[in-house]
């Protein structure tokens, strides 16, 4: 599928390749990959230059919540981001193109396997995405099936979500009537902040934003019957998307217990927060400190690091019906 979308001349600022803000000291011990230009890194992931036209995206076991990243790593969740997006990649392959070229470091080209030591190829086993390059669009393009987060916090305030109406009288964890499209900015330090579409139009044109919105909510839809099947119920979820030689392709992460609420449907009860598959676990752990949200973050308790690698790895053996250790192999 070939998107006739270009990139709208007066917008050209407002696309960068794909990256992330550096986070001074994000790395632990054994991340650091020595044999490939480092370009940045974010909270959770790693970047790095090939050639000129791939990157290689590593998915490390550090994890963020209130925008500080956690002292400890979760074990495993670096590999559950990694092979659970290539499993929606591959799900969503005749909707529509991706980045990703290879994660198994046997089908990585040889001008990337031959710089990789053994202790670079163990730590990346499971983790690492062979991508090509793309300008990515400055919006996260969010879709959001039900009333959870921040959306639920401005229904209360407002009535909507980010210039939504909807229906007076809904609660906590509510259904909406349909999945509605609210993007967000892409912040380099500090939070996302929700915006509408009227405001990501202005910035990238209406023309995309229509084409990004109707593919978001498509791909919100196809991935919420299939979780559905699973006993799952996607609550609202994330994607991100770049332009490459005019072509619209999806990037970095799909539908991940990072990017996405994941709710056990057999417990599903509107009026209050949900059980979930996802990192809410660590953030309501953290709500119950007395931590103002502000860096140093806390050190997790051994429990809440194991219950939350637990919470992922659940996520990967429904969501794909397999265990990550039989994917690994």
């Known amino acids: 599928m070939r998107s006739s979308f270009s990139r709208p001349p007066c917008c050209e600022n407002h696309f960068s390749t794909l990256s992330r803000p550096n986070l001074t000291g994000a790395f632990v011990a054994?991340?650091?990959?020595?044999?490939?230009?480092?370009?940045?890194?974010?909270?959770?992931?790693?970047?790095?230059?090939?050639?000129?036209?791939?990157?290689?995206?590593?998915?490390?076991?550090?994890?963020?919540?209130?925008d500080c990243v956690m002292p400890n790593t979760i074990p495993n969740k670096g590999q559950v981001l990694t092979q659970l997006s290539q499993f929606w990649f591959s799900k969503f392959a005749e909707l529509v193109p991706n980045h990703l070229r290879a994660t198994k470091l046997d089908e990585f080209p040889a001008n990337l396997s031959a710089?990789?030591?053994?202790?670079?190829?163990?730590?990346?086993?499971?983790?690492?995405?062979?991508?090509?390059?793309?300008?990515?669009?400055?919006?996260?393009?969010?879709?959001?099936?039900?009333?959870?987060?921040?959306?639920?916090?401005?229904?209360?305030?407002?009535?909507?979500?980010?210039?939504?109406?909807?229906?007076?009288?809904?609660?906590?964890?509510?259904?909406?009537?349909?999945?509605?499209?609210?993007?967000?900015?892409?912040?380099?330090?500090g939070h996302d902040i929700n915006v509408s579409p009227a405001v990501m139009a202005n910035a990238i044109g209406a023309e995309?934003?229509?084409?990004?919105?109707?593919?978001?909510?498509?791909?919100?839809?196809?991935?919420?019957?299939?979780?559905?099947?699973?006993?799952?119920?996607?609550?609202?979820?994330?994607?991100?998307?770049?332009?490459?030689?005019?072509?619209?392709?999806?990037?970095?992460?799909?539908?991940?217990?990072?990017?996405s609420r994941f709710w056990p449907a057999a417990l599903y009860e509107p009026g209050h927060p949900q059980p979930s598959f996802d990192k809410q676990y660590l953030r309501d752990y953290l709500e119950t400190l007395d931590w103002d949200k502000q860096p140093p973050a806390p050190i997790l308790p051994e429990e809440v690091v194991a219950n939350t690698s637990a919470k992922y790895l659940e996520a990967f053996r429904l969501l794909t019906g397999r265990e990550l250790t039989e994917v690994l192999r």
């Not at 370009?39 to 550090?62: F, Q």
């Not at 009535?159 to 912040?187: M, N």
């Open 30 to 66: 054994g991340e650091r990959i020595p044999e490939l230009k480092f370009l940045r890194s974010g909270k959770v992931r790693d970047l790095y230059e090939v050639d000129d036209n791939h990157l290689l995206l590593v998915a490390s076991d550090r994890i963020s919540a209130f």
């Open 115 to 189: 710089r990789l030591s053994a202790s670079s190829r163990a730590y990346l086993h499971g983790r690492a995405m062979y991508v090509v390059k793309g300008e990515v669009v400055p919006f996260e393009c969010v879709a959001r099936g039900y009333l959870a987060g921040s959306g639920w916090k401005e229904y209360q305030q407002t009535g909507a979500i980010c210039g939504h109406p909807l229906p007076a009288g809904l609660v906590e964890s509510s259904q909406l009537p349909e999945a509605i499209f609210t993007p967000a900015t892409k912040a380099e330090t």
């Open 208 to 259: 995309l934003t229509a084409r990004l919105e109707e593919l978001t909510l498509r791909l919100y839809r196809e991935a919420a019957a299939y979780a559905a099947s699973r006993g799952i119920i996607i609550c609202d979820t994330k994607f991100e998307f770049a332009l490459r030689d005019g072509e619209l392709m999806l990037v970095d992460e799909v539908l991940t217990p990072d990017s």
